[in-house]
């Protein structure tokens, strides 16, 4: 088969990790596999077969003016539509697999024009595809699944300046049931949402997010502490986020968690990501160390090896990548009761809070350190739970058979 992979970074976060993974691992299967994505930040070496097309700042000029810098309010960026479609042409692609097209790289009619020219297998790694602006709908109160009128959040990234999330909800719901197209989601949380979208009804199949176990594993902790300088005695909380600052990943109420633990003295937590101005907020009340942003899959692996518990208080996640990255390194989790958290982390491998709140994520951490030798079984047991469900092999062979079905249920003229 000949795939192309789109979406609208290159190596930036957890979409951009699993579209990496199908796009290395298809071609080891003999695929002709081809990306094109909107932006790379990061302006790294491409791996041939990689298109960014708006790789430099004068394009990226160029994109903020021809859209407007309201690329998710546009119907259509003519630019990235015919570059795409000429692309699909000119290397006779049998399959478009679309994942994030937010962040002005493709307009709501692009997308229904791309479909009407290939097949398209379509990951919703957020919601944007469901509600009229944002990518997640935290703090609304089930007006996406309505239609989006009146919106209360037009902060949601990507953020409104006025209110057209109505027309624009009618504009997607219309685009996207116009042409075959077969959508995946990450987790049975995330298809429960789908079905209570204008998407109901559409094909949509559960593909877990997966980990290469070859290179994600448990390293030895007392070692990587040394190397890191970190006192191997000490209780180490692990903290990730690229962006720390953002709200859906709750920094902000594990910080006050922390101040309501007992014996601080005790522990460390260990951040890995941006630093900013939250961190300040504990004033020397409790030890911190941050690692800065970490861009390379063994330093990853070094971070969840160095801490004993991951704690992921995140507010609103459709998978949370990094859960299952601590897991396969044999670092337990404790999260709040929300989205996925419960489906991914089972009580064998992780700690669900009984509520969203400071005080019960506290007693959480508490819990969790309070017997070793509980905490390292649950380690254990979540690699062992990341080797029976989330392994590579798993999600490639689930969506090599998604692209064969879908080819051969969808019949178009080249």
Same mark, same amino acid.
């Given at each position: 088969?000949?795939?192309?992979?789109?979406?609208?970074?290159?190596?930036?976060?957890?979409?951009?990790?699993?579209?990496?993974?199908?796009?290395?691992?298809?071609?080891?299967?003999?695929?002709?596999?081809? =990306?094109?994505?909107?932006?790379?930040?990061?302006?790294?070496?491409?791996?041939?077969?990689?298109?960014?097309?708006?790789?430099?700042?004068?394009?990226?000029?160029?994109?903020?003016?021809?859209?407007?810098?309201? @690329?998710?309010?546009?119907? *259509?960026?003519?630019? /990235?539509?015919?570059?795409?479609? #000429?692309?699909?042409?000119?290397? !006779?692609?049998?399959?478009?697999? +679309?994942?994030?097209?937010?962040?002005?790289?493709?307009?709501? !009619? &692009?997308?229904?024009?791309? $479909?009407?020219?290939?097949?398209?297998?379509?990951?919703?790694?957020?919601?944007?595809?469901?509600?009229?602006?944002?990518?997640?709908?935290? @703090?609304?109160?089930?007006?996406?699944?309505? &239609?989006?009128?009146?919106?209360?959040?037009?902060?949601?990234?990507?953020?409104? *300046?006025?209110?057209? /999330?109505?027309?624009?909800?009618?504009?997607?719901?219309?685009?996207?049931?116009?042409?075959?197209? %077969?959508?995946?989601?990450? /987790? =049975?949380?995330?298809?429960?949402?789908?079905?209570?979208?204008?998407?109901?009804?559409?094909? %949509?199949?559960?593909?877990?997010?997966?980990?290469? +176990?070859?290179?994600?594993?448990?390293? &030895?902790?007392?070692?990587?502490?040394?190397?890191?300088?970190?006192?191997?005695?000490?209780?180490?909380?692990?903290?990730?986020?690229?962006?720390?600052?953002?709200?859906?990943?709750?920094?902000?109420?594990?910080?006050?968690?922390?101040?309501?633990?007992?014996?601080? *003295?005790?522990?460390?937590?260990?951040?890995? @990501?941006? =630093?900013?101005?939250?961190?300040?907020?504990?004033?020397?009340?409790?030890?911190?160390?941050?690692?800065?942003?970490?861009?390379? !899959?063994?330093?990853?692996?070094?971070?969840?090896?160095?801490?004993?518990?991951?704690?992921?208080? #995140? +507010?609103?996640?459709?998978?949370?990548?990094?859960?299952?990255?601590?897991?396969?390194?044999?670092?337990?989790?404790?999260?709040?009761?929300?989205?996925?958290?419960?489906?991914?982390?089972?009580?064998? %491998?992780?700690?669900? $809070?009984?509520?969203?709140?400071?005080?019960?994520?506290?007693?959480?951490?508490?819990?969790?350190?309070?017997?070793?030798?509980?905490?390292?079984?649950? @380690?254990?047991?979540?690699?062992?739970?990341?080797?029976?469900?989330?392994?590579? =092999?798993?999600?490639?062979?689930?969506?090599?058979?998604?692209?064969?079905?879908?080819?051969?249920? !969808?019949?178009?003229?080249?």
């Amino acid at each position: 088969m000949n795939i192309l992979y789109l979406n609208t970074t290159y190596r930036c976060g957890g979409a951009e990790k699993v579209v990496s993974q199908l796009f290395w691992g298809m071609r080891q299967r003999g695929h002709k596999v081809y =990306e094109i994505v909107c932006y790379d930040m990061n302006r790294c070496a491409l791996p041939e077969g990689v298109q960014v097309l708006y790789p430099s700042l004068p394009m990226r000029i160029f994109n903020r003016l021809i859209t407007g810098n309201h @690329g998710n309010q546009s119907l *259509r960026i003519g630019y /990235s539509r015919r570059r795409i479609l #000429s692309f699909i042409k000119k290397y !006779q692609i049998d399959l478009v697999h +679309l994942n994030n097209a937010h962040g002005n790289f493709l307009g709501i !009619q &692009d997308i229904a024009m791309i $479909a009407k020219a290939c097949p398209v297998v379509w990951t919703l790694h957020d919601f944007w595809a469901m509600t009229g602006h944002c990518s997640f709908p935290y @703090g609304c109160t089930d007006r996406w699944k309505k &239609d989006c009128s009146a919106c209360p959040r037009l902060d949601n990234y990507p953020a409104l *300046r006025k209110d057209v /999330s109505h027309r624009l909800w009618e504009s997607k719901k219309e685009a996207f049931r116009r042409y075959p197209i %077969c959508f995946t989601v990450p /987790s =049975e949380w995330m298809r429960e949402q789908f079905e209570a979208s204008y998407l109901k009804g559409l094909p %949509c199949r559960l593909i877990y997010n997966s980990l290469d +176990l070859s290179v994600w594993k448990p390293l &030895d902790k007392q070692k990587i502490r040394a190397r890191y300088g970190l006192e191997g005695s000490k209780n180490i909380i692990g903290f990730i986020a690229a962006d720390p600052q953002k709200k859906l990943k709750g920094m902000e109420l594990l910080l006050e968690a922390l101040s309501h633990i007992p014996n601080a *003295r005790n522990y460390l937590l260990l951040v890995a @990501g941006r =630093e900013g101005s939250l961190l300040e907020r504990l004033n020397g009340t409790f030890e911190t160390r941050c690692l800065g942003y970490l861009d390379s !899959q063994k330093a990853l692996n070094e971070f969840y090896a160095a801490s004993d518990l991951l704690v992921n208080p #995140s +507010l609103y996640e459709t998978f949370g990548l990094t859960n299952i990255e601590a897991l396969a390194c044999q670092t337990p989790v404790a999260a709040f009761p929300v989205c996925t958290m419960p489906e991914i982390l089972e009580s064998s %491998c992780g700690w669900i $809070a009984p509520e969203v709140s400071a005080g019960a994520l506290a007693d959480t951490i508490v819990r969790a350190f309070s017997d070793k030798s509980v905490l390292e079984e649950k @380690g254990r047991a979540g690699r062992r739970r990341v080797e029976e469900v989330f392994s590579e =092999e798993k999600m490639l062979d689930a969506f090599e058979d998604l692209y064969r079905t879908t080819l051969e249920k !969808q019949i178009y003229s080249k």
